[in-house]
Every structure is written in C-alpha cells, then in structure tokens.
C-alpha cells in the first residue's frame, strides 16, 4: 500500500486512481470473518444491499459467496470498478460519488461503508468537525436515509468511537446503536434505522 503525501489525499479520487493501477485488493479494519457475526444479525440474504466507496475490499465478493446475492458497490474510481466488473460480474459495479447517489428512493434494504467514512473525514479535527465537513457527513446521510426503505439500517464499520461518529450519523429521525469487534484494538459496528422502525423493534 503506498502511503499519500499528506491525509488530504484520501478524499482525492486521482490519489486512488493512481493507487488502484498496481493494487489489487485491501481491507480496512479487519476482514469479514471479524464481523460476519454482526452482520448475519442485521442483514437478510434477501436484502437489496448497496455498499459504499467499495474499493477494491474483498468484503462484497465474501458477502456474495456466503448467499448475499443482491450487492450493488459503488465508488468515485472508474480505475478500480474496471477491475472489480472482470473479477466479479456478478454483481454491479458504479461509479458514483455518495454524496449525490443516483438512486430512486427506497433502492435498498441495507446500506454499508466500511472505512469510506474515515477516508472522508481525515483531514478533520476529530474534535472540532469543520462546517464543511459536518455539512459533507449531513448530505451523505441524507443520500442514504433517501435510498433506504423506511425499514431499512445503515451500517458504518470503523474505528472512530461513539463520542466522535454518533453525533455525524444521528439526525432526529434515526435511532443509532453500536457493538465493538476486534482483539486488543476495537472497531465499531454502528447500525442506524428510521426512528418509527427503531421503536417497533423494541
């Protein structure tokens, strides 16, 4: 993996094109078989799922060879979504940036980013959130409160804590919970739902 020159190039799609010619595969924080667990809880087989800044992670594919058959991955690099449609036709490959998904509403059961979220935020005080990223994180949010159906989850797999991530995922109409994963080192599973499907979960 080659390093960027400074972490402002993670939100830079030409830093990832570049990256992506000679790198074939990469998970951030852990792989499937650390989370499976969790997922099986929150995600149906059934589920119309979209994966966010996919990259080239190798969790879309483990997903679909376990039964998960309804994948849809997208991402901002035509480089890396070439190579991802020869390896896996199977499922679809767009190019896409999540902060103006092209997708009618209620598209999908279940939306998940693991690490897309991180990368965006890297350049941020952790403390101070800027009002240009806090504005980015409300729009992202609502491009996926707008793809999901009314029952649907968002799934945000990362390392950020709750303190930091639950106040740039929670608007007033979503209902955040979290469980950690990982030895020594704990990353967070946050799931997010509609706040009337939250209530009738209880």
Not at 125 to 141: K, L, N, P, R, T
Request: charged residues 30%.
């Amino acid at each position: 993996m080659d390093l960027p020159p400074s972490n402002e190039s993670y939100k830079d799609v030409n830093y990832w094109n570049e990256r992506y010619k000679t790198e074939e595969k990469y998970d951030w924080f852990k792989t499937y078989k650390d989370f499976v667990h969790l997922l099986e809880e929150h995600v149906k087989k059934s589920d119309r799922i979209l994966m966010l800044g996919c990259g080239n992670s190798c969790l879309s594919e483990q997903m679909f060879n376990d039964g998960f058959k309804y994948i849809v991955n997208v991402d901002f690099s035509d480089i890396v979504l070439k190579k991802m449609r020869l390896k896996l036709p199977s499922m679809e490959w767009l190019t896409m940036d999540i902060k103006h998904l092209a997708f009618i509403a209620g598209s999908f059961d279940v939306v998940i980013e693991k690490g897309t979220l991180d990368a965006l935020l890297v350049g941020e005080d952790v403390w101070h959130i800027s009002e240009e990223g806090a504005e980015m994180m409300s729009q992202i949010v609502a491009n996926v409160r707008h793809v999901l159906t009314p029952s649907g989850k968002f799934l945000s797999i990362t390392f950020a804590q709750p303190h930091f991530r639950m106040p740039l995922i929670r608007k007033e109409f979503w209902d955040v919970k979290y469980e950690t994963f990982g030895d020594g080192f704990h990353y967070f599973f946050y799931v997010a739902k509609m706040k009337q499907e939250a209530d009738e979960d209880r």
